[in-house]
């Protein structure tokens, strides 16, 4: 198992940026993807992108071009930096890897 510790959300204004981290203890997190996923009030979790162990990339087609994950195994965390956000990109974001889930850090775009 992996404990999992979000943190980086806020309130930011559309076109903001907010850069999201995912802190991990454990051995196994440099042999696992690492994913980022979004819940919105009234709607499913969703998946936002995700990192392979050999830093292979994929995302969600509505953040593709404006966010972008990364991870340092050598500091057990990853990232995700989070561009030209919109109103729709509010949602608390979950950091997930192996069968593992952060606490969720809240995100609010709004002016």
């Known amino acids: 198992q992996v404990q999992l510790v979000e943190s980086g959300g806020g309130l930011v204004q559309p076109g903001g940026s907010l850069r999201l981290s995912c802190a991990a203890s454990?051995?196994?997190?440099?042999?696992?993807?690492v994913d980022w996923y979004r819940q919105a009030p009234g709607k499913q979790r969703e998946f936002v992108a995700s990192?392979?162990?050999?830093?292979?990339?994929s995302y969600a087609d509505s953040v593709k071009g404006r966010f972008t994950i990364s991870r340092d195994n050598a500091k057990n965390t990853a990232h995700l930096q989070m561009n030209s956000l919109k109103p729709e990109d509010t949602a608390v974001y979950y950091c997930?890897?192996?069968?593992?889930w952060g606490q969720g850090t809240q995100v609010t775009v709004s002016s």
């Open positions: 990192i392979t162990r050999s830093e292979r990339t």
């Open positions: 454990g051995r196994i997190f440099s042999l696992y993807a």
């Open positions: 997930h890897v192996y069968f593992s």
